[in-house]
């Protein structure tokens, strides 16, 4: 618990009951709490009414806690707000640009790993798994199930069946030109999420104070 210090109600200090014991005078040498009613009326210790920090713009302002004052008889923590100064908010502007920047690869990431929803020859619908290359395969093996195709197709074998598993694990019966297709399918759709990144890149740069707080990472992908 904390505590203030207001002899006579006059605001001294501000103590916290686990700082230890304190001399009050020759006889009492305790924390606050270990006070008894009187002697907290005696010596002016009054526990701290602790409040929420204000809202603020991290951005633009810088919130301080101050000297605590009397509300309604109750000692209650206080704080101020204030403007940074025109090169302070530049910096922290600066910053958050960087941090969102940083974020982007991540969330184009997120975006390529939840994998590309496909039509399949088969009339079905799956998707096909395109997960982080740096944790899966995925992007390797559909690079070789394109190579098997157009291998078949160099080899004059068009109808030769190369099966294909999706991310549900069902198996889809395709030709060596579907297998081709779908490979090319994966390509665009990596490629697409790139061309994106870059766009919202720049539309991240050109953010300013007033509109960096409403920007969401998440928008502009589709």
């Known amino acids: 618990m904390i505590y203030v210090i207001a002899p006579g109600g006059v605001y001294a200090n501000t103590v916290n009951d686990n700082q230890g014991n304190i001399a009050w005078d020759a006889n009492h040498y305790c924390t606050p709490s270990a006070l008894t009613s009187d002697e907290k009326a005696q010596f002016g210790v009054f526990l701290l009414i602790l409040v929420p920090v204000p809202t603020y713009s991290q951005l633009t302002q810088a919130v301080a806690e101050v000297t605590p004052l009397p509300i309604n008889g109750v000692w209650t923590q206080q704080y101020q707000v204030s403007s940074l100064d025109a090169p302070s908010q530049g910096a922290n502007l600066a910053s958050a640009i960087?941090?969102?920047?940083?974020?982007?690869?991540?969330?184009?990431?997120?975006?390529?790993?939840?994998?590309?929803?496909?039509?399949?020859?088969?009339?079905?619908?799956?998707?096909?798994?395109?997960?982080?290359?740096?944790?899966?395969?995925?992007?390797?093996?559909?690079?070789?199930?394109?190579?098997?195709?157009?291998?078949?197709?160099?080899?004059?074998?068009?109808?030769?069946?190369i099966g294909f598993i999706d991310s549900a694990n069902v198996s889809h019966a395709m030709t060596p030109a579907q297998a081709v297709a779908l490979a090319t399918a994966v390509s665009t759709f990596i490629g697409t999420t790139y061309t994106k990144k870059q766009a919202i890149r720049a539309t991240i740069a050109a953010l300013t104070l007033q509109t960096i707080g409403s920007f969401d990472i998440t928008q502009g992908w589709n």
Request: no cysteine; aromatic share 6%.
């Open 98 to 161: 960087s941090s969102l920047q940083n974020q982007l690869e991540n969330q184009r990431l997120s975006i390529q790993s939840a994998g590309l929803p496909y039509t399949f020859p088969d009339a079905t619908t799956g998707t096909i798994q395109t997960r982080d290359p740096n944790k899966y395969p995925d992007l390797l093996n559909i690079n070789a199930y394109a190579t098997m195709g157009m291998l078949a197709l160099t080899a004059g074998t068009p109808a030769m069946p």
